[in-house]
């Protein structure tokens, strides 16, 4: 009789024992391109082991109840990416869990113009639209518009294309005003303007003739 109860017990209370669920799934993430994203997921009632399943190419991972993957830096074509895991051989048992995720990529970045530009005696320097160009290969795309009002202050929008990188990861901006026509160019780093950075200032120095004059103006870029 002892031994039919002991059975009996260890049948009623194994399902138990060897029941696994997911604790925390999957989740979608979104970077912007060159940025690297990173899915976790974890098991209660682990160890198991697991297979991710990443743009259909199979990765096994080790024994845990934790996992954890980390993209390379996203590129456009990564975009819609699916990233899948599998859980099996479970301890105490061999329940298969599948959790799956989409990797979202996007390729530009808005950020907010502000800032001033005026003389040290005060005058304006300039009241009008400042056009701001990307440069795509060989040729120059608009990157959004910005204006200097008639106090002197900057107000507009900077659109940042992270595919239109050079050789070295880098982009090329374009200033300039129409009338007298005056264009500046320089090379700045993706990474100032990306989400989570602290964005970028740019710094001017005007002169102004008879007499001299002088001012170092800012115009800021906020992600």
């Known amino acids: 009789m002892k031994i039919f109860i002991l059975a009996a017990f260890l ?53 845990a109840s934790a996992f954890t993957y980390t993209t390379p830096p996203a590129t456009a ?22 959790s799956n995720a989409v990797l979202t990529v996007t390729t530009s970045t808005a950020l907010n113009v502000t800032g001033s530009l005026k003389f040290d005696d005060a005058t304006i320097a300039y009241v009008g639209a400042l056009s701001v160009l990307q440069m795509s290969g060989t040729t120059w795309v608009s990157a959004g518009g910005i204006n200097l009002d008639a106090n002197g202050i900057f107000s507009g929008f900077l659109i940042v294309d992270h595919s239109l990188v050079d050789a070295k990861g880098n982009i090329e901006l374009q200033f300039g005003i129409a009338n007298p026509p005056v264009y500046v160019s320089q090379t700045f780093a993706l990474a100032q303007f990306q989400q989570g950075s602290t964005g970028l200032t740019i710094t001017w120095v005007l002169f102004k003739k008879a007499p001299t004059v002088t001012k170092a103006a800012g115009i800021a870029f906020t992600p």
Not at 20 to 47: D, E, R, Y
Not at 77 to 98: D, F, P, R, V
């Open 11 to 63: 049948m009623i209370t194994a399902p138990f024992l060897s029941a696994q669920t997911i604790a925390h799934p999957l989740t979608n993430q979104t970077v912007q391109v060159g940025q690297s994203a990173t899915f976790t997921m974890s098991v209660a009632g682990g160890p198991c082991r697991s297979l991710w399943t990443i743009a259909g190419a199979e990765k096994y991972g080790a024994l």
């Open 77 to 98: 074509a990564m975009n819609g990416q699916k990233i899948t895991i599998q859980l099996y051989s479970c301890t105490g048992g061999n329940t298969n869990l599948y």
